[in-house]
């Protein structure tokens, strides 16, 4: 197998799109800020952070316990991974100024041997490794090295980089062949050591990384071993149960495990730096474990919004095809880590299921953990919600009906911060001679062979445009991802350069249309299709779904609100002969967004008894449809993706 | 308003029925013996109840510490109900000795001033009364009166009455105006008392049990006050959180609560007592009362199976049109309470559609928590399985896919001996020149009025008749209750009064036909209609049930199993015209009962795809339906009862 194609850096990228420009600003201008502090403690009313208090107290600046969760150092090290994309997209002097402070801070608080967690430095030095399945310390260190990377390559300052490097080398000493041997409760640690060796090229990093993987489930009693050794327990009392190991997907070798089972979010970031590491030694065996979890999620275990892990319990995968709505977990920073696999899987092998899904979890559930206004968030990504029940009857009560603000455990806002931040990385990657565009996203892109512009209507019209200026020879590939929905036969879907068609039916493969010529100066591909309102069905096998359609239209998925639509959502029926009109939204919060007018109907029943033999008539309305991810903007009501379609 | 009619002792009906006499045999030759021995801890591998040990201990017989719930008495009571309606059904010499041996001993522990709970006379003496709450000594002694007054109608032994009215004495003395103000944490004494007015006629038990109903709610803070009083508590750790007090229904008086909420059993067990008070006095106000909480049920609250209380969390009421069917709870107990509630309120009212939910839970929800040979219990009651998600996954997890062994709380299985092997009186009331029947059950009943020998074809066949011998004078009115599905102008539907036809519509008033003559020997009265296959639908604000129809077949709900469907019943459709035929089961453990088949679909899709645009096609299918009480006979499997109509 081919070593992975490059990841592109952030900085080499300005994103300029009429819809992700927006989110971008407002991560810039309203989360870091925010975020900023919080980890300062400067928001009253926003439970205590206490983050960078605790590095200022390992670093001997402050007198004071520790205060917070035990992972608390990883919202700095988050906080940081996305001002370092913020500042690569626009420059700013004082958030540089400030984040150098903290980095300063965090560089005193590191010991002497390289180790790097507040909570053990501060409260309990004498329990530092004791405890990988829950104490997280691997899991900080694996933020902070991502930090670190990306904080380098925006910045050009190494110190967050050499402290990381630092930390990295103190835990190789520590674990591995021949010393001692173990694995984190939760998976992180695999990705930040792959970013060092990105961007330092030291293979040690690669190699630590790769011992993380392959360790997993070799022993899998080890966190019991570790507990029973330890004689203590983080959370809760000590007890000597047994410990249910695939929660964090140690039950079996990476190489065994043909499921995603377990927390989604611990189970796709080790996912992601298997994929990361089977692309950086172009392995094979590596690879084919990966597409082997890759397909059980999207094939089985997805919603069609992208979201994944569909119970609350453990926040974790459930059963193949056991999808409920009303009841979903779907995680946002589950969502978020689909990206990160779908990209590492399309850095090794340009196949355009991977960008498929990497363009619905964007376009879908993962920008719908964010208020309009970026100013509250969903950890929790429904596809059914019912006032009065969700949030509040046994089995619904983590389905908000509303975002809600800042959590004490504040895990996707920051999450949200450095996909969006550093949504560029995630529209290119180069290889060889070939330019790869996985996503439609209007923008600059300065490539290593050419400078292309972008312009996009995307996500509400199929009209693309890429200007390409070759940086040297001009003899190179520009491989365009073609979404999986455009209807190549139909007429509508033309590919121009300079104005003369494509065949797009000789240049189409796995999803990628490829152009190749030697590109001159201000070559002009241009990629329109239409964008007709679809309708999705369900595998047989989704219990939740049955008799049901949902929306889409482009990448986009939508959903009916009670705002628009009325009372009981349940009782309209989508019509079997639909007609559907896109308009765009002119006013209000949602404006700019392409809503969908639906001829529908609305069941009704004469009487209002429980049950009765009178089949309830159909009476005709017009049902409005709103992006998924839009939902939740306009006060608490109903919603529902999946709708019955009219018997 | 008049007083309500007078209630029928068990031991004036001989049920024989092609129904229900297994049914009632498999309580008296299976459930009672079974629970004899679990009494008396002879079986191994069931949970150790201990029960008539700690009343021996407490009698001073034996030596030992009480073990068991600190309800543990109750196990007793509700044994010794079931063996005195046993015993009317069907004498024992043996039992009875046995059951008079034990009655012995209760004696015995019965303390000087009448007290009587083995939990507190043995274990915490110094704590009785001081916590209503939770410790359920009022609950027990509820119990006890009920099995008294059973034991002494059936037997004319009235040993335990008297202990019981020492008990109800005490109860007195200690509680009521301008003494200790108090309500039970779980209602079941108001049952208790107004058991034992009827019995023995005398009007203090029955201001006991008015206390007790008007005193609930009056100061909703009062179970927080008596916590904060005694400074303990009996569950869990003591905290001084606030008490949620709709879980026992003491958030407002009864005259104020206007909606079925909490914990479904002590709520239906509160409702009947007002009921039986309501009648007992003739009492318009608690009668209004009661009609307003049996609506919300019947109307908004209630499984198509008769099944209610639907959310696991407190084994409670959720809200209005909140009917999930793969998470319900729809406990055993709460539909038998609902039996208990129906027969009272057609003893003040003769209202047909008290009838038709009594046979709703009679023939569904309540005889679904028995297996069919009678050894295994259900307490919970879904009208959806899944098997692997089931009992399996959050959420689901009180939903068994199968009926388990005996329980810990093993409340449902005495419950159902009560109701089942009491089942003639809830056949029948009389009143002034009226004898009311309810339930359509071949027996031979002694009323006051006639002998009368009813011969049924129900729940398979329209077919019933009414053999009236007059015992005095004959002149009197027979009110048949015909169910609310019989189509009353369908040419078929016929009543003849020895051979002449009766013309329905002039007799027919709220569901009763009234039959008013001077009966002579042998009169024979017959009834026929016709038993077509229905469906029914749900309102449309029933989320769940949004385009899915149940099917129904007389008073009988059915259900689809996997093991004659196939897997994936969501995937299966009911035509839009059913074509339904009637099948009596032959052979095999549904031997006896009526399966339907069904002409349906199968909806299948050519892309093994998560979401597709492609439209599931229809494949023709034959469904066999089996009645809901009988499911999960045959092995662990998917089933539904509701199901999508065609598209």
Not at 61 to 66: I, K, V
Not at 248 to 254: F, G, V
Not at 273 to 282: C, K, S, T, V, Y
Not at 488 to 502: A, F, K, Q, R, S
């Amino acid at each position: 197998m081919k070593k992975a194609a490059n990841e592109i850096a952030v900085k080499q990228v300005k994103i300029q799109d009429g819809f992700w420009s927006e989110i971008q600003n407002r991560m810039i201008d309203v989360v870091i800020p925010f975020q900023e502090k919080v980890l300062k403690d400067e928001v009253p009313g926003v439970p205590k952070s206490h983050a960078i208090e605790n590095f200022r107290i390992a670093a001997g600046l402050s007198e004071g316990e520790f205060y917070g969760m035990v992972f608390q150092d990883s919202d700095v090290a988050k906080w940081l991974e996305g001002v370092a994309y913020s500042l690569a997209v626009r420059p700013d002097a004082g958030l540089e100024e400030r984040a150098d402070a903290i980095i300063e801070i965090i560089e005193k608080a590191q010991q002497p041997d390289g180790y790097l967690d507040t909570y053990f430095i501060v409260k309990e030095p004498e329990r530092r490794w004791q405890n990988l399945q829950e104490c997280h310390e691997l899991y900080c260190a694996g933020h902070m090295m991502e930090a670190a990377a990306a904080y380098y390559q925006s910045t050009g300052k190494d110190r967050l980089l050499h402290i990381t490097e630092r930390l990295a080398d103190h835990i190789i000493r520590r674990f591995g062949e021949g010393k001692e041997r173990g694995v984190p409760g939760h998976q992180e640690v695999e990705l930040g050591l792959m970013r060092l060796y990105q961007v330092t090229g030291k293979e040690n990093y690669k190699q630590m990384a790769r011992f993380f993987l392959e360790e997993r489930g070799k022993n899998p009693d080890y966190f019991y071993e570790e507990k029973v050794k330890r004689g203590w327990q983080h959370w809760g009392q000590y007890n000597l149960n047994p410990i249910d190991n695939t929660y964090n997907q140690a039950h079996k070798t990476i190489y065994e495990q043909d499921k995603a089972v377990g927390h989604s979010v611990r189970a796709v970031y080790m996912y992601t730096a298997m994929a990361a590491l089977a692309g950086a030694d172009g392995d094979r065996r590596l690879y084919d474990a990966c597409l082997t979890l890759w397909n059980n999620i999207v094939r089985q275990r997805m919603y069609i919004t992208g979201g994944i892990g569909s119970t609350a319990e453990g926040e974790a995968f459930s059963l193949d095809y056991d999808l409920p709505n009303d009841m979903a977990y779907a995680e946002t920073c589950a969502s978020i880590a689909m990206v990160f696999f779908a990209k590492k899987m399309l850095e090794i092998e340009p196949d355009g299921s991977y960008a498929d899904i990497m363009e619905r979890e964007l376009y879908n559930s993962t920008i719908s953990g964010i208020q309009l206004d970026g100013k509250r968030y969903f950890y929790v990504n429904p596809l059914e919600v019912n006032p009065g029940v969700s949030g509040k009857v046994s089995g619904y009560k983590h389905v908000l009906p509303e975002r809600p603000g800042w959590y004490e455990c504040a895990c996707c806002p920051p999450n949200l911060v450095r996909l969006v931040t550093a949504l560029g990385a995630y529209a290119w990657s180069e290889s060889g001679d070939t330019i790869y565009s996985h996503l439609f996203i209007g923008q600059k892109a300065e490539l290593e062979k050419a400078e292309i512009v972008v312009e996009s209507s995307y996500p509400w019209e199929g009209r693309v445009s890429y200007r390409v200026t070759p940086k040297k020879d001009g003899s190179f590939v520009l491989a365009v991802h073609i979404p999986s929905y455009v209807k190549v036969e139909d007429e509508e879907t033309v590919v121009t350069v300079n104005g003369e068609p494509v065949m797009l039916k000789d240049c189409l493969r796995k999803g990628y249309l490829y152009l190749e010529r030697r590109w001159e100066e201000n070559d002009r591909v241009e990629i329109r299709f239409a964008m007709p309102v679809r309708k999705l069905f369900a595998n047989q096998k989704v219990r939740e779904d049955a008799g049901c359609v949902a929306i889409m239209r482009g990448p986009v998925v939508y959903c009916f609100e009670g705002t628009d639509n009325g009372e009981d959502i349940q009782a309209l029926r989508i019509p079997r002969q639909m007609q559907a009109e896109a308009l765009l939204c002119r006013e209000g919060v949602l404006k700019g967004n392409v809503l969908l007018k639906i001829n529908g109907f609305r069941m009704k029943t004469g009487s209002d008894e429980l049950y009765s033999e009178e089949r309830p008539q159909k009476e005709e309305t017009v049902l409005t449809a709103v992006p998924y991810y839009a939902w939740a903007n306009r006060g608490e009501n109903q919603m529902r993706v999946w709708m019955l379609e009219e018997v």
